[in-house]
């Protein structure tokens, strides 16, 4: 409570928000083979990458240290409502930096030339 009330709530929400309207306007603007599910979320962006699975974009950016979750989100009825097995998902707090982000979108980008190299084979 003490961390929380330091900071102020109003200012995490507006610190959260910029962070997650970055992040959403970098994967909209650099990206071409990427979908987005749902609208502008608080924190969270939902994603996959088109060829490959949410899996192995979840490990292959773990290896370089940016944890993301990746599966069906315990939400299996959406999923179905939706048509998708899996999306990708990314998330920021407070905690994070515009630098998080970058680093993020770099890698991402890493990632789908990895895989796009690796499929070419």
């Known amino acids: 409570i003490d961390y929380i009330d330091k900071i102020g709530l109003e200012n995490m929400k507006n610190k959260i928000q910029e962070l997650t309207d970055y992040a959403l306007e970098r994967l909209q603007m650099e990206f071409d083979d990427i979908v987005i599910y749902g609208g502008k979320q608080f924190g969270i962006i939902s994603f996959n990458v088109n060829g490959i699975h949410a899996h192995d974009v979840s490990e292959y ?5 940016i944890s993301i979750r990746a599966g069906h989100m315990c939400c299996q009825p959406l999923m179905f409502h939706l048509g998708l097995s899996f999306v990708s998902r990314v998330s920021f707090h407070v905690y994070n930096v515009k630098d998080d982000i970058d ?16 499929n070419d084979r």
């Open 61 to 65: 950016l773990s290896s370089k240290g």
């Open 103 to 118: 680093f993020f979108i770099k890698e991402l980008k890493n990632c789908i030339n990895f895989f796009k190299m690796k």
